[in-house]
Each structure stands twice: as C-alpha cells, then as structure tokens.
C-alpha cells in the first residue's frame, strides 16, 4: 500500500496567518493527490484533485502543489471556517489511501 | 443536488455481520462509481471499497474477505456488508459518490456511527 505521511500533524495558526501543510508518498503518486477538510462531527469536504485543481465554490486562499512524492495544500490567509483537520489522500493506486491528518488550530 | 444518507444498526455485537445502506438522492445511481470510508473515533480516515451500477467492485485487501457490497438501481441505493466485526471495526461508516474523473470522493454522506460491543 502506498502511505502518505502528512506534517506536521497539528498546527497552531492566528487568523490572517499563511499555513502549508505537506504530504509526502511512499512512491510516486503523480499527480494523483486529493486534499479534504474535515470539521468535528462532520463529514470530510473535497477541497483539491489532481494535486493543484480546485474543485468547485473552494475558495481561492486554498491551493495544492506537488508531484511525484511531495505535495503540499497551502491556506493563503487563514479564516475562522478554516480551522479543521486536513486529510490527503492518494488516487493512483488501490487501495486508495489517506494521510493521517493535520489539525489547524488557534 | 447530490445527497447520501447511511442508515443501519447503531450497535453490532462481535462476530456478527455489519450491515449499513447508503440512500442517494438527486441524481442516479447509475451515474458513477459509490464508496464506502470508514474513521475510527479520534482516527484517519480508511477506504474500504467501491461498487459501480453494474456490481462490479474493488475492495481494500485489508478487508476483503470480510467485505460484501451490493447495489439496488430501483431504489438508489448500495449497501455494506461487513462480517466477523470486532471491536476493531468501530467506527464512523461514510458513503461517498466517486469523483468524476478520479479515485477522489466528492460528495459524502453524514456519516453513521457504528459500535461493535455485547
């Protein structure tokens, strides 16, 4: 199975603040890289695919970049709704897989 | 509007078998690819499989051999079915619509919890 290794795994950001977090691969993946917000309690939200795409009515403070093994999903200027655990996961192979998580906290 | 609801047993005992469907609603089943993902409580997220109209399906080796998953067309629907559960298995079970162009999951349901205890 490919492992995605996310870091950190938690970080404590202010509003305004720019935040990166990284996912790395076990092998190369592509471009086959999804991001996902997920808040307590509910569901986890598509946000990017394909590594840098924005799927539709994210907004544009959020983007991705990466191929290969390394990726990163960057929130320009952090807002209050942004504060979650965000989650990366692989479509090149099967099993599909998920990072273990990154929660962005005040 | 795409829309899923998981709906089943809250509660399972050990060794018996897990079964949860998914209702969908605002567009047809036909239309894509379903998943099912699972989160154990304070954990990641884990996918377990996806079913297509036809029944065809792919399951996480992990889980395979405990794994069922089947598809109702006439009622817009697919299930789970999860066998020999232990208290491993407790979990929020989530279905998801398969994105369209890729293994990503673009709408998902709420999410159900599912306990495994006597």
């Known amino acids: 199975d490919i492992q995605l290794t996310q870091s950190p795994s938690s970080v404590s950001a202010s509003v305004g603040d720019r935040v990166t977090i990284t996912c790395r691969a076990s092998?190369?993946?592509?471009?086959?890289l999804g991001w996902y917000q997920q808040k307590p309690g509910r569901a986890p939200k598509f946000l990017i695919y394909?590594?840098?795409s924005l799927q539709g009515g994210v907004p544009s403070r959020f983007s991705g970049s990466g191929s290969g093994t390394d990726f990163t999903l960057t929130i320009s200027s952090l807002q209050p709704e942004d504060f979650a655990t965000y989650y990366c996961?692989?479509?090149?192979?099967?099993?599909?897989?998920f990072g273990g998580g990154t929660k962005v906290e005040i | 509007q795409v829309q899923l609801q998981e709906s089943g047993p809250g509660l399972v005992k050990p060794s018996e078998t897990l079964s949860l469907a998914c209702t969908v609603s605002?567009?047809?089943?036909?239309?894509?690819?379903w998943t099912w993902i699972r989160q154990p409580p304070g954990k990641g997220l884990e996918w377990i499989g996806y079913?297509?109209?036809?029944?065809?399906?792919k399951y996480n080796p992990s889980l395979k051999s405990r794994v069922t998953m089947s598809i109702d067309t006439s009622k817009n629907q697919f299930s789970l079915r999860l066998s020999s559960v232990t208290a491993a298995d407790t979990a929020v079970y989530y279905c998801?619509?398969?994105?369209?162009?890729?293994?990503?999951?673009?709408?998902w349901g709420q999410g159900t919890l599912v306990t495994v205890s006597s």
């Open positions: 998801a619509r398969v994105y369209s162009s890729a293994w990503y999951s673009d709408y």
């Open positions: 079913i297509y109209y036809d029944g065809s399906t």
């Open positions: 996961q692989q479509a090149n192979t099967f099993p599909l897989t």
């Open positions: 605002g567009v047809a089943i036909s239309s894509s690819y």
């Open positions: 092998q190369d993946i592509n471009s086959w």
């Open positions: 394909a590594s840098s």
